[in-house]
Every structure is written in structure tokens, then in C-alpha cells.
């Protein structure tokens, strides 16, 4: 995950530039794994659809494509069976919020969906080492 994580990281700063990204987005993105964490701001959303799109992660019409997805988390470190059930998480969670116009509101709680779904398998990163370890590797 840390792979992954750092390379939403890399586009963070040209969708702040882009969208004029105030400090409570940076707050949620520092504090994605934290469970207890809210996510409230729809700004955070805006910021999740900029990096996806991108790392080239959504189709045409703002959905998860699968076969970006899936190469991108196997060429961030994911062998191939993890990939796919992350694919499939994310799908899941999409599935859920289809009625959400707002494409923003609805990434919000596609990533709300998500971070649930990683630590209902225990595979979110323990926050204090996925945060140093991304700093670290942004620098």
C-alpha cells in the first residue's frame, strides 16, 4: 500500500495548485487510514477525482477503470490476486453511491467505502509507518 499511497502523494500538489486546495483536504488525505478519522469535506473529494484521473485511474465518464487500476496497483507493489480484490473493493464501494450526482461527494464516499473495506481485511497501513514512509519517499 505504501506504493500506492505515495503516488497519489506525487500528483497531491498539482490538484492543490489546480483546484486551490484549502488545509482541511491536506488534514484528510494525512489522515486517510485513520479509521476514526471523518472525511467530511467535499473538497477532499475534488482532490481524490483530480489524483485519479491523473494516475489514469478513472474511464470517461468518472468510474474506476478496472485494467488501469489493477496494472497500477501491480506496478505499485500489489501482486496480482491483491490488485484484483482491490479493483474489487473499490467497485464495490462504487456500486453503493451510484445515485450521488455530485462526482466529488461521491468520491468521498467511495473512499469512506474503501478505507472500511482495507481495514475489514486488515490490509490499511498502520498510519504512523505509511505516513513517515510516504513523507519520506516524497521529499
Known sequence: MKGITSS???????????LGLTDNVLTDLYYFWKQDHPLMHRDTGCAIVCMSQKLNLLDTIG???????????????AGEQMAKKLVTMVH??????????DSCLRALD?????????????????????VTEVLTEVK
Not at 497519489?8 to 489546480?18: A, I, S
Not at 464495490?92 to 450526482?101: A, D, H, L, P, S
Not at 467505502?113 to 490490509?123: L, Y
Open 8 to 18: 497519489f502523494f506525487k500528483v497531491l500538489d498539482e490538484c492543490k495548485r489546480e
Open 63 to 77: 468510474k474506476l477503470h478496472h485494467g488501469n487500476a489493477q496494472e497500477f496497483a501491480i506496478n505499485h507493489g
Open 92 to 101: 464495490e464501494c462504487e456500486q453503493q453511491f451510484m445515485e450521488q450526482e
Open 110 to 130: 467511495v473512499a469512506k467505502c474503501f478505507r472500511t473495506a482495507m481495514h475489514d481485511v486488515n490490509w490499511a497501513p498502520k498510519f504512523d509507518i505509511i
